[in-house]
């Protein structure tokens, strides 16, 4: 019992190490969403990736492996978000485990018999053993609990099947490794660009310039032509290359927050329920029925409460009552049952008897009461906890290291921490029979025990009706070719949200935006989107406007998006005409022409290109430092506006004093690039088809 709970506890991150090793390894996330062709595939393919179909009766229990370690690490409330980004993880996960699958078979990566034993039993085991079997306290691997767990695995199916999963992520994670090693070892950094980059970050550049700023040329006196737009197309067409289809969509809230009516009647309930409340015989009862939110009754530390609540708490004397008091959309009713001092963590020893395996309760009581005795009496507490115990810390002495309020079932936390150190005794909990040793007790701070009554503010069943009542007349109404102007004219405002994937759990705006995401994926430009969608605090109707495909998007598909930049790129033209003709002189003889001063700058290094007080202008500084000193510059085109300048001087740094060192840093930076573009260049010739958007 004691090593099935042990793997039980641990499991959450058996099945995922690889997962987190990929991920971490590759830089996956921005490199994988990878297409969104849904037409033609077979009812129940999430995706095909290099030929191989991945089908979801397959690929969903990783899904809920993943939400599973999201729930264990973040806990139970999983938003939208959040689990978009846990199934996007399996996906991720998915892809590595096709491609690099491949890709070691090609190179002959294998990890052999020895090995793997070696990295389980070994000097230098792997870091899925050490997480799973290293001691908390001491940081060392516990060779007792692990040489159990395998032991215990000949005869128990269930851990033998949990075994063979660790087995197969710790060989996956070696495999992961050679293959970055082989990439490592390819990388290589050159004197000259040690050299290069030393004096990129360390000679200094000191200049003035003179700038005009696109803005101080308004917008209407611009005219834009095809011309302009297709130049500036043509120039810039590598950055319109869509890695992934994206979408927009404009939309209109329908709020359901509630109205000043609602908040009357929820604070005449609370009211009620306050004066009730005072005088209730039974104050945890009460509050455990009439709460919304359930907040444990036991001894509660300072921080763990709304921060309206917990500044003033504290301050209370048992008997009190607080409230109701409003804040984050919720009233508060509190009692102060009982307040104390109370150590902040406790180190303890524990042996955990199962009723179900001594015959009953009454027999569990009887060994235990048996073997407190004895411990009393001199025996070894250790010795008997590696005999008796059917819990984590079997192998270990019973050792529980040393825990904080809150991490603990509340009938074994109310008795380490109401006790004293030394102290032996007996506890029933859910898990069974307990012999609790407090073997310290540190630190001293204030703990509370309440009574304690939420009562969140929400909208009517009135209230939402009407608003749906809105949402659906609307959505009756509207048509592609109007939705813009009708809302106007009903008095609604229309928000957007554009480049939107398939995958993603979010949009501006919307806290629960998967169904309108899918739904959007399965229409065409310019519908309605077929019904309403119901969001936390609003009803939603949505309109798509935008398809972007995945690829080179055409200019037609970002003319709206470049428009800002066309626009100053024409300006550029006409600021640089009138600087050429100021042009003839020094620096400041050209910008007395202009009717401005030249500002000066010091110390500019070329790895930092901000100008001071202004922005950073990578053409620019680029200019400066590529440029004769003492020579008017021809107008540079910025981010910003348009420059010219003279340099007045370089200071060049010394001697690089450690060469290897500045290749040893570089080669940290370019490794980690290296194995991201590795993993990219094997995606770009491979064929991904990403159904997801159907499922999820």
């Given at each position: 019992m004691g090593v099935m709970t042990f793997m039980r506890t641990k499991m959450g991150y058996f099945l995922v190490g690889g997962i987190a090793v990929v991920l971490a390894l590759f830089v996956l996330e921005p490199l994988l969403q990878q297409g969104t062709a849904i037409f033609g595939a077979s009812r129940n393919s999430v995706g095909e990736i290099d030929g191989k179909e991945i089908k979801y009766e397959e690929f969903n229990p990783k899904v809920e492996q993943s939400l599973a370690q999201f729930r264990q690490q973040y806990g139970s409330n999983i938003n939208p978000q959040m689990q978009a980004m846990a199934i996007d993880n399996a996906w991720?996960?998915?892809?590595?485990?096709?491609?690099?699958?491949?890709?070691?078979?090609?190179?002959?990566?294998?990890?052999?018999?020895?090995?793997?034993?070696?990295?389980?039993?070994?000097?230098?085991?792997?870091q899925l053993i050490l997480q799973n079997f290293s001691d908390q306290q001491t940081g060392q691997i516990d060779r007792n609990g692990l040489m159990s767990s395998l032991k215990a695995r000949e005869s128990n199916p269930e851990l033998k099947a949990k075994w063979l999963q660790l087995e197969e992520q710790i060989e996956k994670q070696a495999l992961q490794q050679k293959y970055a090693n082989l990439i490592r070892n390819s990388v290589y950094v050159s004197t000259l660009e040690a050299t290069d980059e030393y004096n990129n970050r360390n000679k200094l550049a000191s200049f003035k310039y003179v700038n005009l700023d696109y803005s101080s040329i308004l917008d209407a006196a611009v005219k834009i032509s095809d011309e302009d737009y297709q130049a500036y197309y043509d120039a810039n067409k590598k950055r319109f290359d869509n890695p992934t289809e994206t979408r927009g969509f404009e939309y209109v809230s329908f709020?359901?927050?509630?109205?000043?009516?609602?908040?009357?009647?929820?604070?005449?309930?609370?009211?009620?329920?306050?004066?009730?409340?005072?005088?209730?015989?039974?104050?945890?009862?009460?509050?455990?029925?009439?709460?919304?939110?359930?907040?444990?009754?036991?001894?509660?530390?300072?921080?763990?409460?709304?921060?309206?609540?917990?500044?003033?708490i504290f301050n209370y004397p048992a008997g009190s009552f607080y409230g109701p008091v409003f804040s984050g959309n919720s009233y508060k009713l509190i009692k102060v049952v009982d307040s104390r001092f109370s150590p902040d963590s406790v180190k303890a020893s524990n042996i955990l008897l199962d009723p179900s395996k001594l015959g009953g309760e009454a027999n569990a009581y009887k060994l235990a009461d048996s073997l407190k005795k004895a411990i009393q009496g001199g025996a070894s507490f250790a010795a008997f906890?590696?005999?008796?115990?059917?819990?984590?810390?079997?192998?270990?002495?019973?050792?529980?290291?040393?825990?904080?309020?809150?991490?603990?079932?509340?009938?074994?936390?109310?008795?380490?921490?109401?006790?004293?150190?030394?102290?032996?005794?007996?506890?029933?909990?859910?898990?069974?029979?307990?012999?609790?040793?407090?073997?310290?007790?540190?630190?001293?701070?204030?703990?509370?025990?309440?009574?304690?009554i939420e009562k969140s503010l929400a909208p009517s069943e009135k209230t939402r009706q009407t608003a749906y009542k809105k949402a659906t007349a609307f959505l009756a109404d509207v048509k592609g070719d109007n939705f813009k102007d009708l809302a106007q004219k009903s008095g609604y405002t229309v928000a957007l949200a554009d480049k939107v994937t398939a995958t993603q759990g979010f949009a501006p705006g919307l806290d629960n935006p998967r169904p309108l995401i899918k739904d959007a994926y399965a229409a065409d430009k310019g519908d309605v989107l077929p019904t309403v969608y119901s969001m936390d605090n609003a009803y939603v109707v949505a309109h798509l406007t935008d398809v972007m495909p995945k690829g080179q998007l055409t200019l037609a598909d970002v003319k709206k998006q470049i428009q800002p930049m066309v626009m100053n790129a024409v300006k550029a033209k006409m600021l640089t005409e009138k600087l050429n003709k100021a042009l003839g002189g020094s620096i400041d003889q050209v910008a007395a022409k202009l009717g401005k001063t030249a500002m000066p700058v010091q110390n500019m290094v070329f790895a930092n290109p901000i100008i001071p007080g202004l922005a950073q202008e990578n053409k620019v500084v680029g200019a400066v430092f590529g440029s004769q000193v003492g020579k008017v510059s021809k107008p540079i085109e910025g981010d910003k506006g348009v420059y010219v300048f003279t340099v007045q001087g370089f200071t060049n740094p010394a001697p690089m004093a450690n060469t290897f060192k500045q290749k040893e840093t570089m080669i940290l930076g370019v490794t980690q690039r290296s194995l991201g573009a590795a993993f990219q260049a094997l995606q770009e010739k491979t064929e991904i088809k990403d159904n997801r958007v159907k499922f999820y």
């Open positions: 991720q996960a998915e892809v590595g485990e096709v491609l690099l699958g491949k890709e070691y078979a090609r190179l002959g990566l294998i990890v052999s018999g020895d090995e793997l034993y070696d990295l389980i039993n070994g000097e230098r085991p792997s709020s359901i927050k509630p109205t000043k009516a609602d908040t009357a009647v929820v604070k005449t309930q609370v009211d009620k329920l306050a004066a009730d409340f005072r005088t209730t015989p039974n104050d945890s009862l009460f509050a455990a029925n009439n709460s919304d939110v359930k907040v444990p009754y036991t001894y509660i530390s300072k921080g763990k409460l709304d921060p309206a609540v917990d500044s003033v906890a590696d005999t008796y115990n059917t819990d984590a810390s079997k192998g270990k002495g019973g050792d529980l290291g040393t825990f904080a309020r809150g991490t603990m079932v509340p009938e074994f936390e109310n008795a380490a921490f109401n006790g004293n150190t030394g102290d032996l005794k007996i506890i029933k909990s859910q898990f069974g029979i307990h012999i609790l040793k407090i073997e310290k007790q540190v630190g001293s701070s204030k703990v509370v025990k309440l009574a304690y």
